[in-house]
């Protein structure tokens, strides 16, 4: 499995791409924004329903 995995690289070191402009990816990146509006959320009673344990309004973890 190896060796097919080698021969593969070597056929792609064989390939002439001195016309291909180097990238870090095959496609262009797009960041696709959302609005940033208010919307409908959990109260913070809602939010800790489930929550082992709290500290005020805050969830308390296990250290470490």
Same mark, same amino acid.
């Given at each position: 499995?190896?060796?097919?995995? /080698?021969?593969? $690289?070597?056929?792609?070191?064989?390939?002439?791409? =001195?016309?291909?402009?180097?990238? &870090?990816?095959?496609?262009? /990146?797009?960041? $696709?924004?959302?609005?940033?509006?208010?919307?409908? =959320?959990?109260?913070?009673?809602? &939010?800790?329903?489930?929550?082992?344990?709290?500290?005020?309004?805050?969830?308390?973890?296990?250290?470490?």
């Amino acid at each position: 499995q190896l060796n097919a995995i /080698l021969e593969a $690289v070597g056929k792609v070191a064989e390939l002439d791409l =001195s016309d291909v402009q180097p990238t &870090a990816h095959p496609l262009e /990146l797009v960041n $696709v924004w959302a609005d940033d509006a208010p919307r409908p =959320s959990l109260t913070v009673e809602e &939010a800790f329903a489930n929550a082992p344990d709290r500290d005020g309004a805050l969830f308390r973890v296990p250290a470490g």
